[in-house]
């Protein structure tokens, strides 16, 4: 499958989008850094991959991956992703 993002990474690696944190309540309430970091850290963990090397064969485009970590944060056209190396996969979500 092709990547859904115009970005290829090279090497080893793979482009992630992770769940999004609302910076505000539903009744407009702006909240604060504090209670965002908490938000953030409370995620699923999951991440959908939409971009992959021509290296990376047991990942594809579209997967649901469990990362290690958040690996390092790229902006594609004003939306932030992030790439992450093969190692710091964990698992794919089936």
Same mark, same amino acid.
């Given at each position: 499958m092709?990547?859904?993002?115009n970005?290829?990474?090279?090497g080893?690696?793979i482009v !992630?989008?992770?769940?999004? &944190?609302?910076?505000?309540?539903?009744s407009?309430?702006?909240?604060?850094?504090? $209670?965002l970091?908490e938000e953030e850290s409370?995620?699923?963990?999951h991440?959908k991959?939409?971009?992959?090397?021509d290296d !990376?064969k047991n990942v594809? &485009?579209?997967?649901?991956?469990?990362p290690?970590?958040q690996?390092?944060m790229? $902006?594609?056209?004003?939306?932030?992703?992030f790439q992450?190396?093969?190692f710091?996969?964990l698992?794919?979500v089936r």
């Amino acid at each position: 499958m092709e990547n859904t993002i115009n970005y290829e990474p090279l090497g080893n690696h793979i482009v !992630v989008e992770m769940p999004s &944190v609302e910076k505000e309540t539903k009744s407009g309430i702006i909240k604060s850094q504090q $209670m965002l970091k908490e938000e953030e850290s409370k995620r699923d963990g999951h991440a959908k991959v939409v971009a992959v090397s021509d290296d !990376v064969k047991n990942v594809k &485009v579209g997967d649901t991956i469990i990362p290690k970590g958040q690996g390092f944060m790229v $902006m594609v056209e004003e939306v932030e992703y992030f790439q992450m190396n093969m190692f710091d996969v964990l698992g794919i979500v089936r």
